[in-house]
């Protein structure tokens, strides 16, 4: 039998504070544009791309743990660029930040795959997320709620890396007969499911909480499917926050998708 990860309603989310919100919307937002000005240096004859990226990073942590400072004082704060404090495993209240998912991206100019991650975990419960993607100047987020599925692909589309594609992965592309469209960062290959631009987004390949607790919390309030690959819910603010693989889908791919991972 099947098992499938426990998918709060929006009503869960709907109970979130809307200034949490809107301050995920707009921390992620300020982010991207400080990203978008550093990426201009792209442009200048002889300048190290590897710097650029590594300011990005560098930049947009301090920006987002800066404002989340401000805003959120009693607040733990996990971020991919920032040393961990474990004391956020017995705070109420955990923003979990990826100030630049897909850095690769990022440093290629006409490159828009690529993210800013900003979540908010509350009581162990994913409640918050927004997902900012500069480049094509859109902020995704938990406060848009449900989409409308277009109708379903006779041929669906499952999204994989650029770089790295994992035998799980591509036994699921194959089970499914999908077409591959190939994608820069986590966030920007969830937001494509969520978009309806594909139908699954599955990974296999090793990721951190950093990696999934915004989109995966955009995805959910959207009404896609969300689990790891066996079904099993995504669980966030762990001592190790190792979180290696992840399913979004459409629902109607779900139980296809679990069954094919599980061999």
Known sequence: MTTRAVTPTTSDFASASGADSLAAVEIATEAGKLLLDLREGLATPGVDAAEIRAAGDRRSHE?????????????????????????????ERVWIVDPL???????????????????????????????????????????????DLLPLRVVPRVVVSRTRRPAPVMELAAALDAELVEMGSAGAKAMAVVRGDVDVYAHAGGQYEWDSAAPVAVARAAGLHVSRIDGSELVYNQ?????????????????????????
């Open 63 to 91: 920006l987002i743990t800066g404002l989340l400072r401000e805003r959120f004082p009693q607040d733990a704060v996990l971020s991919e660029e920032g040393a961990d404090d474990l004391a956020r495993l017995g705070a």
């Open 239 to 263: 001592e190790n926050p190792w979180l290696p693989d992840l399913l979004i889908c459409r629902p109607e791919w779900a139980d296809k998708a679990l069954e094919v991972l599980a061999r």
């Open 101 to 147: 998912d897909g850095t690769r991206e990022f440093g290629e100019a006409d490159r828009a795959d690529w993210a800013v991650h900003v979540a908010l975990v509350e009581r162990g419960a994913l409640t918050v997320g927004a997902v900012a993607m500069p480049a094509a100047g859109v902020t995704y987020s938990t406060m848009d709620g449900p989409v």
